[in-house]
């Protein structure tokens, strides 16, 4: 067997090993033995397989797929500028801590610097995320890859030199099934009781899951809680948040917890700056947060409420959101054709149980923030937007 189909079977096998089911390969002659590896996983019912020849449309749909698998997704390239129509998709996965892995294949080191076809400087190539380097067979791959993958909770890079021979043996290879005991997901570490006293709302941005929603139902406060946050349901989530978020009820706010990345309003910044509020960030660390690091007070692996504020507090948001929710209604109906926020609520409410919704940035994100009405809890549903740079290309390879 010559070098690179070891080191492209390593690398498929420690893929397969660590929960892999969805890859991505655009493809090209020097990534040649990364997709016969795939194809092979691909034909074992190990892995499905998909083929895209642009490389932009590419890491948008592994990007995609991340998302709604909350699992490792690698996207395959072959060498030089291949690898940089990468970027756009490398960093929204980066900003939105979603796990995209650019294996992109390289020629060998001996050949930068000389002109070489396709050959240009990968090293380190998409700025300030994770990186690893496969030169021979002889490298440790499960252990690099372990580290690599275990590193982030977003997007990182492996770049491969692979040197000719590029084609495998013909010879019936195939990974080895995933024994399911090796995962390269994060843990969450400890857990910390909030205490009641402060008039509190839980935050759920982007990605926060169901997490922010047991919080808030625990110490019975409101929920505000975006459309792709996946924590939209239950009884204390509000639809008109961001509208109450700029009424004198939003001054009386002392404490905000963070699950996710929140992006979507100019209000919610404006409360997470506040200095006479306490904010506490879960989970996540500050790098990806929309505000400077010096706003948040405390950042936390896990929080829980085991007492249950009193219920004037929630009542009042929910007051105020129903009063909201009727006035819009009232606005609607006077529109003489038919506007945005009325398309935004149509597809709200024609999304079923178990159904997946993906969003564009700018001004459907908002309209949908602001007409989803939250659903009852069990009734999944998936909403899913870019929100990591909020960027309008690669809306549809995504979906």
């Known amino acids: ?47 499905r397989l998909h083929v895209r020849i642009d490389e932009r449309t590419a890491g948008f749909l592994a990007l995609g797929l991340a998302k709604a698998s909350r699992r490792v997704v690698p996207i395959v390239t072959t060498s030089g500028t291949a690898v940089a129509n990468l970027h756009p998709a490398m960093l929204e996965a980066k900003h939105a801590r979603v796990q995209v892995l650019a294996i992109t294949a390289d020629r060998p080191a001996r050949l930068r610097g000389t002109g070489a076809s396709q050959t240009t400087d990968q090293i380190k190539f998409f700025h300030g995320i994770p990186y690893a380097q496969l030169s021979a067979p002889s490298d440790d791959i499960a252990a690099i890859m372990g580290e690599l993958m275990s590193s982030t909770r977003g997007s990182a890079q492996l770049n491969i030199e692979f040197d000719d021979p590029l084609l495998p043996p013909d010879d019936g290879w195939a990974p080895v099934p995933n024994n399911g005991l090796v995962t390269y997901r994060g843990v969450s570490r400890e857990t910390f009781e909030i205490a009641q006293g402060p008039r509190t709302v839980v935050l ?13 139902e625990a ?10 946050s996946g924590s939209r349901t239950g009884r204390n989530a509000l639809r008109t948040y961001r509208l109450i978020l700029a009424s004198d009820l939003a001054q009386r706010v002392e404490r905000v917890v963070v699950f996710g990345h929140p ?10 700056s506040r200095d006479d509020v306490e904010v506490i960030v879960v989970g996540e660390d500050l790098s990806g947060f929309p505000l400077p690091a010096r706003f948040a ?64 940035s700018s001004n459907p994100i908002r309209d949908l923030d602001l007409m ?3 659903t009852p809890v069990g009734e999944k549903r998936l909403t899913l937007a870019n929100r990591g740079l909020a960027g309008i290309d690669g809306t549809i390879s995504t979906a």
Not at 204 to 216: E, F, S, T, W, Y
Not at 302 to 313: L, Q, V
């Open 1 to 47: 067997m010559n070098a690179s189909t070891a080191i492209a079977r390593g690398v498929v096998d420690a893929l397969v090993a660590s929960g892999v089911t969805e890859a991505v390969l655009a493809p090209g002659s020097r990534s040649s033995p990364l997709a016969f590896a795939l194809h092979a996983a691909d034909q074992a019912g190990l892995v």
């Open 204 to 216: 759920a941005g982007d990605n926060a899951g169901r997490a922010a929603r047991r919080l808030a």
């Open 219 to 228: 110490g019975g406060w409101p929920l505000l809680a975006e459309p792709s």
């Open 263 to 272: 992006t979507l309003s100019r209000p919610v910044t404006t409360l997470l």
């Open 297 to 360: 007070d405390q950042l936390l692996d896990n929080i829980y409420a085991e007492e249950r504020d009193g219920p004037e507090w929630l009542d009042a948001w929910r007051a105020a959101d129903a009063k909201l929710v009727a006035g819009i209604a009232d606005v609607i109906a006077t529109e003489p054709t038919l506007s945005p926020l009325e398309v935004a609520a149509e597809v709200a409410g024609a999304l079923p149980p178990e159904g997946l919704l993906v969003v564009g």
């Open 372 to 374: 989803m009405a939250p």
